[in-house]
């Protein structure tokens, strides 16, 4: 499974973003996907997570401001990040781990995209 991320970029401090995964999965219903950020210094953390029924999970950090989604008929996963703050900086990975749960170990995925970079300016 390969994973393309897209959609980053310089943003001020209450703007919006929307990033996009697209996976070369032919059986993309399959696969629960997750979107995580390292910003420099820090680790990898868990940002949002959708399973294969839509169902959700997110960080405390971006809950209400940040919604995870996906098109099964595109292969494509979306976050929408609005009021964003100049915290959210950081290069955004996508990643996909096969099965039906909401799983939120980075061990747990075997695919990961790229990362996109956000930066937002205070």
Avoid: H
Avoid at 76 to 91: F, P, R
Wanted: glycine share 10%.
């Amino acid at each position: 499974v390969q994973l393309q991320a897209s959609g980053g970029g310089l943003v001020q401090a209450g703007g919006s973003l929307r990033l996009s995964c697209k996976a070369s999965a032919t059986v993309f219903t399959f696969y629960t996907m997750s979107w995580y950020r390292q910003a420099p210094g820090n680790q990898r953390d868990l940002v949002a997570t959708i399973s294969s029924d839509s169902s959700t999970n997110y960080a405390d950090a971006v809950k209400g401001r940040f919604t995870i989604s996906r098109d099964n008929a595109k292969n494509t996963v979306y976050l929408q990040m609005n009021s964003l703050k100049s915290e959210d900086t950081a290069v955004y990975y996508c990643a996909a781990a096969y099965g039906l749960g909401i799983y939120t170990v980075a061990r747990v995925y075997d695919y990961w995209g790229q990362g996109t970079q956000v930066t937002v300016s205070s």
